[in-house]
C-alpha cells in the first residue's frame, strides 16, 4: 500500500502555494495585470547580465563532461574552495573547502544540516513567525520541531518563552534572519544574547546545542539595518545559503552548508551530509552551476528594487492604520490583519484581486504576509485596490 504519511499530507498542501495557484487561475480570467498576487516568494528582478554572460562562455569554453558530468557528492573541490574563501574575506572567517557542503538550495542545506546534528526523539527549536516547511525539514528525520511564540512588537527573538522551552532533549536551534516572513533582522544584541545562552545550555545539559541559521535573504539587507553574520558569534553554527535570491536564480536550486570551523567535528560535517545524502537521494546539484556560481561570487542581482517596493507598501499600511513593524530586508511584510480570523481577512481580499496569505501557516495567527517581489508599477497600482479593501470591508 501506498505510504499514509505521504497520502495523509495531500489534505495539508503548502497554503502559500494554494493562493499562488488561484493568483494564476484568476490572471486566466481578467489577466494577469490586474491581480495582485502577494504570495508566493518568488525573485523578481532580472538574473545580472554577467552570470548570463558566464554561463554562455562555459558552454562555449569549457569540457562538457566537466560541466554536466557527477560532482564530487560533497560539491566540486574548487568551487567550495572558493566559497570558503569568499566568506573569510566577507566575514572574517576561517572556512576551508572541508567545512563546505554544496546542496540543492537553503532547502536542501537545512534539510541536512538538521539531520547531522540530531537523531530521532531530539528537538530542534525555531521561532515564530517562521517558514512552514521546517515542521517537514525536521519532524521527517524523527526529531521534533518546537516552536516559540512570537515577540510580535519587533519579531526579534522571545528569550522568556526560549529559556522555558529548552531542555536536555534540545540540540538544535534552527532561526532564519532576514527572516521569511516578517522581513526582521535579528540584531547583534539579539545574536549575542542568544549565543550567551546557548553556551550557558552547552555546560549545563553537557552536550551541544547547534545553531542552524537557514540565510537565504542574507544580501536582501536595507539601509542602515544591523545584519550580522551570526557564525562569528557562536562556534556551534552551520550556515545555511542559498543564491536562488541574491542571483535570481531560484530555479538552479544551488546552495550550501558551511560549518564553522570552530564547531564540534567541523571537518566531518561535510562529509557526513555526503553520507546523509545517499539516504534522501541529494546526489549534488548541477557542475554548471556550481561553477558558474564560484565565478561571480559577490555578484547580485539589483535587491534595491525590493527596499523600493517594501517602502511604498510599509507607508500605505501605516496610512491604512495597519499594525506592521517594518522589515529589515527580504521582500516580505508580515502586517496584523483588521480581524482576529486571518484566513478570513485574505479570503475577503481576494474579492479585491488581492492576494495574501494568513500568518496561521506561519505560527502568527491574526497576521499575513505580503510578498512584495513584484514589479514596482504593479505594487504601486496594488494600493489603491488595498485601500478599496480595507474601507469597503473594515470602515463602513
Known sequence: MVSQNYKDMLGAKSVIRQMSEWAAERAKEIGRANVFDFSLGNPSVSVPQAFTDKMTELLKTRDTMELHGYSQSQGIPSVRAKFAEFLNQAFGMTYTAEHIFMTTGAAGAV????????????????????????????????AVLKVVPADTKQFQINFEALEKMLNPKTMALLVNTPNNPSGTVYSTETIERLAQLLEEKQRVYGHDIFL?????YRDIIF???????????????????????????????????????KCTDSTLISPMCAQISRGIGHNCPPSIIQIAVSEVLGLTSDLSVYETNMKIIYEELVNLEFEVVKPGGTFYIFPKALEEDSVAFCKKAMNY???????????????FRMAYCIETEKVQRAMPALRRFVEQEYKH
Open 212 to 216: 542552524i541559521s537557514d540565510e537565504p
Open 111 to 142: 534539510a541536512h544540516a538538521v539531520r547531522a546534528v540530531t537523531q530521532p526523539g531530539d528537538e530542534v527549536i525555531t521561532f515564530a513567525p517562521y517558514f512552514p516547511e521546517y515542521n517537514h525539514y525536521v519532524n521527517q528525520t524523527g
Open 223 to 261: 539601509d542602515g539595518v544591523d545584519a550580522p553574520y551570526i557564525s562569528k558569534y557562536y562556534d556551534n553554527s552551520l550556515s545555511c545559503y542559498s543564491f536562488a535570491k541574491s542571483l535570481s536564480i531560484p530555479g538552479e536550486r544551488l546552495g550550501y552548508i558551511a560549518a564553522n570551523p
Open 353 to 367: 484581486d488581492l492576494v495574501l496569505v494568513p500568518g496561521d501557516t506561519f505560527g502568527c495567527p491574526g497576521y
